[in-house]
């Protein structure tokens, strides 16, 4: 009787286990592809100056990079601020300015001053 148990539970587990194998479809490295990737960022050497929106109470968010994913700290409003690149990003369809390096803010919270 336990030897039946054992091989019972064996081959349940054995079949959930290749029931949930075939249940998922194979996928191709090509084919994985984001669609961050597909919306091609378009850098530009520019430079100017911008204004953060707002008065001094609010505050803007700069971004670890152009993706705009990564808040690494807060500027506040009614500052000037020089940038040295903007990149138009097709994915979020902001378009964001470098202030220093690995640091971007979005268009969003901005007005150019030149």
Same mark, same amino acid.
């Given at each position: 009787?336990?030897?039946?148990?054992? $091989?019972?539970?064996?081959?349940?587990?054995? &079949?959930?286990?290749?029931? $949930?194998?075939?249940? %998922?479809?194979?996928?191709?490295?090509?084919?994985? &592809?984001?669609?961050?990737? &597909?919306?091609? %960022?378009?850098?530009?050497?520019?430079?100017? $100056?911008?204004?953060?929106?707002? @008065?001094?109470?609010?505050?803007?968010?700069?971004?670890?990079?152009?993706?705009?994913?990564? @808040?690494?700290?807060?500027?506040?409003?009614?500052?000037?601020?020089?940038?040295?690149?903007?990149?138009?990003?097709?994915? %979020?369809?902001?378009?964001?300015?470098? @202030?220093? &390096?690995?640091?971007?803010?979005?268009?969003?919270? $901005?007005?150019?001053?030149?």
């Amino acid at each position: 009787m336990y030897l039946s148990k054992k $091989v019972l539970t064996s081959s349940l587990v054995l &079949t959930s286990l290749l029931g $949930v194998s075939m249940l %998922t479809a194979p996928v191709k490295a090509s084919a994985m &592809t984001t669609q961050a990737s &597909t919306q091609i %960022t378009a850098f530009e050497q520019q430079t100017g $100056v911008l204004r953060t929106d707002g @008065i001094a109470g609010n505050l803007s968010a700069v971004y670890s990079d152009s993706d705009g994913a990564t @808040i690494v700290r807060w500027l506040p409003g009614g500052q000037d601020y020089r940038y040295d690149q903007v990149v138009h990003n097709g994915f %979020t369809g902001l378009t964001y300015y470098r @202030i220093a &390096t690995n640091e971007w803010i979005d268009s969003s919270n $901005v007005q150019l001053i030149n």
